[in-house]
């Protein structure tokens, strides 16, 4: 048996507890545990919800809308945080591994989806070599209309900055909106069949769940 998301995003943790600053460590546990507590907003996606729909420029600058994605079948739509998210590429990753080759016994397609610019997702889809397409949501624009987009908290973009990061640069839009790791099923009709919003950004949505949630729309 493979190893699952959670138990190398749990690598990902015990190795930043023993690597980050003192300070830094603690400002990200403080926001996990606040985003764990908190959970997804009332107004989040849910399963029955019409999913309005919408464009976006892909990794090469094309024009994906959703409809064309499910045209054929089922979409599965992944949000994620942007390519500087190593819990973000340890699912993407395994999505490409695991979940792709089984895609076609559902007729079923798969999409990510970040607020990064087109160049920078591009940058995350050559590194993993995703044979899917990878979507840029300026403004988590999309994600805001799904109910799961939010702005990190001032300490937090103070923490990854004084690592080296600014997730403004890499946003389309300049912003630091960002949508929490999600995964949808929409199906033909562009109707919520399978949702997972995770809260806190070190859990995912494992392949195992979304083969299910598939198998049960067969």
Not at 125 to 143: I, M, N, R
Request: proline share 5%; glycine share 6%; hydrophobic share 45%.
């Amino acid at each position: 048996m493979s190893t699952t998301i959670q138990q190398q995003s749990d690598e990902i943790s015990a190795d930043a507890a023993t690597r980050l600053p003192a300070e830094v460590r603690e400002t990200f546990k403080r926001d996990q545990a606040t985003w764990r507590a908190k959970g997804p907003s009332v107004d989040a996606v849910a399963v029955g919800d019409a999913v309005s729909d919408f464009i976006l420029p892909d990794a090469t600058g094309h024009d994906v809308a959703l409809s064309e994605l499910v045209a054929n079948g089922p979409a599965v739509l992944v949000f994620y945080r942007g390519g500087w998210c190593p819990y973000c590429n340890i699912a993407l990753h395994q999505y490409q591994a695991e979940l792709v080759p089984q895609l076609s016994s559902y007729g079923a397609t798969l999409a990510a989806i970040s607020p990064q610019k087109p160049d920078e997702s591009l940058t995350t889809a050559e590194k993993h070599g995703l044979a899917f397409a990878v979507l840029s949501d300026a403004g988590a624009g999309v994600a805001r209309q799904l109910g799961i987009a939010f702005e990190p908290a001032a300490d937090v973009l103070e923490a990854q900055q004084a690592l080296g990061l600014d997730i403004r640069v890499g946003n389309a839009d300049g912003s630091a909106e960002l949508p929490m790791p999600t995964v949808l099923i929409v199906d033909a009709d562009r109707i919520v069949r399978f949702v997972d919003v995770q809260a806190d950004y070190t859990s995912r949505t494992e392949v195992a769940q979304i083969l299910a949630a598939l198998e049960r729309l067969l």
